[in-house]
Nanobody, 120 residues
């Protein structure tokens, strides 16, 4: 099994910054992609940013220019630097990772979520 543990959420004023971290552990042979999703109350979960093996990134239009996703392959860790936060960024943020286990099975794992609240 593969477990993801997130950290870094909290309460911040509009215009502020937060950095989320997510570390994958367990029976990992390789990780192909890692990403961050978010879900606000009453809304569907949406992709915020993703980074694939090789370093290519993808961002939701609403966060382009404000959020930066990065990855430390040696630590199986993905980060989300969030700058110029807006009240509409308030949501539960979830880490996702996909790859291959040590017994060569595909995995697609989720973290437990971390809450981000941006006050106006």
């Amino acid at each position: 099994q593969v477990q993801l543990v997130e950290s870094g959420g909290g309460l911040v004023q509009a215009g502020g910054s937060l950095r989320l971290s997510c570390t994958a552990s367990g029976s990992i042979f390789s990780i192909n992609a890692m990403g961050w999703y978010r879900q606000a109350p009453g809304k569907r979960r949406e992709l915020v940013a993703a980074i694939i093996d090789g370093g290519s990134t993808n961002y939701a239009d609403s966060v382009k220019g404000r959020f930066t996703i990065s990855r430390d392959n040696a630590k199986n860790t993905v980060y989300l630097q969030m700058n110029n936060l807006k009240p509409e960024d308030t949501a539960d943020y979830y880490c996702n990772a996909g790859g291959v286990t040590t017994w060569l099975a595909d995995f697609d794992s989720w973290g437990q979520g971390t809450q981000v609240t941006v006050s106006s």
